[in-house]
T-cell receptor, first 112, second 115 residues
Framework: AQSVTQPDIHITVSEGASLELRCNYS??????LFWYVQSPGQGLQLLLK??????LVQGIKGFEAEFKRSQSSFNLRKPSVHWSDAAEYFC??????????FGRGTSLIVHP | DARVTQTPRHKVTEMGQEVTMRCQPI?????VFWYRQTMMQGLELLAY????????DSGMPKDRFSAEMPDATLATLKIQPSEPRDSAVYFC?????????????FGAGTRLSVL
């Protein structure tokens, strides 16, 4: 069975500050890992994905994430947050069934 | 720009009424998902199809919910009869299952309010 935990329900940062959103997963082998973003009233949009290879992956909007097998983590980072980054962020894990399991999401609040 | 299209975007109905939500997946995608999102439960997988065949609907209340895929361009989610606890945002997503294209694309959702 696969599962994913996003420990932080809300994160508040100041505009221009750096950001790290945490994601921990449980799966017996190397999974596929995803980060999605959801703006109010919208569906989920893919930010980035990890399938294999380089453990540091780059995504859209200046986001990156690092896969750490030893820690079962796939944390999302951005060096400088913009007000438009305020949204809900979802981490997802997918195994051999090709059916993803989503975390509960982290709500990002950006202060000016 | 290929996208998943959901209709209607908003639906307000009274308890006991039938509700049908529609989804047009991205052309060529072979897997279609239905999700429900609420504040309390987060994002729940209701059902999914691969090559139009229903593979798993264990997340769906069977007595009132039904999901079908009459053809490759249309997936439907029906609630009959609807109840206030069904109020939520329902998302459809599609993907082409496979190593390089294994990315899920979401529609904008149907916001359902059952009074």
């Amino acid at each position: 069975a696969q599962s994913v935990t996003q420990p932080d329900i809300h994160i508040t940062v100041s505009e221009g500050a750096s950001l790290e959103l945490r994601c921990n997963y449980s799966y017996g082998a190397t999974p596929y890992l995803f980060w999605y973003v959801q703006s109010p009233g919208q569906g989920l949009q893919l930010l980035l994905k990890y399938f294999s290879g380089d453990t540091l992956v780059q995504g859209i909007k200046g986001f990156e994430a690092e896969f750490k097998r030893s820690q079962s983590s796939f944390n999302l980072r951005k060096p400088s947050v913009h007000w438009s980054d305020a949204a809900e962020y979802f981490c997802a894990v997918e195994g051999g069934s090709y059916i993803p399991t989503f975390g509960r999401g982290t709500s990002l609040i950006v202060h000016p | 720009d290929a996208r998943v299209t959901q209709t209607p975007r908003h639906k307000v109905t009274e308890m006991g009424q039938e509700v049908t939500m529609r989804c047009q997946p991205i052309l060529g995608h072979n897997t279609v998902f239905w999700y429900r999102q609420t504040m309390m439960q987060g994002l729940e997988l209701l059902a999914y199809f691969r090559n139009r065949a229903p593979l798993d609907d264990s997340g769906m209340p069977k007595d009132r919910f039904s999901a079908e895929m009459p053809d490759a361009t249309l997936a439907t989610l029906k609630i009959q009869p609807s109840e206030p606890r069904d109020s939520a945002v329902y998302f459809c997503a599609s993907k082409m299952t496979g190593l390089d294209k294994n990315i899920q694309y979401f529609g904008a959702g149907t916001r359902l309010s059952v009074l």
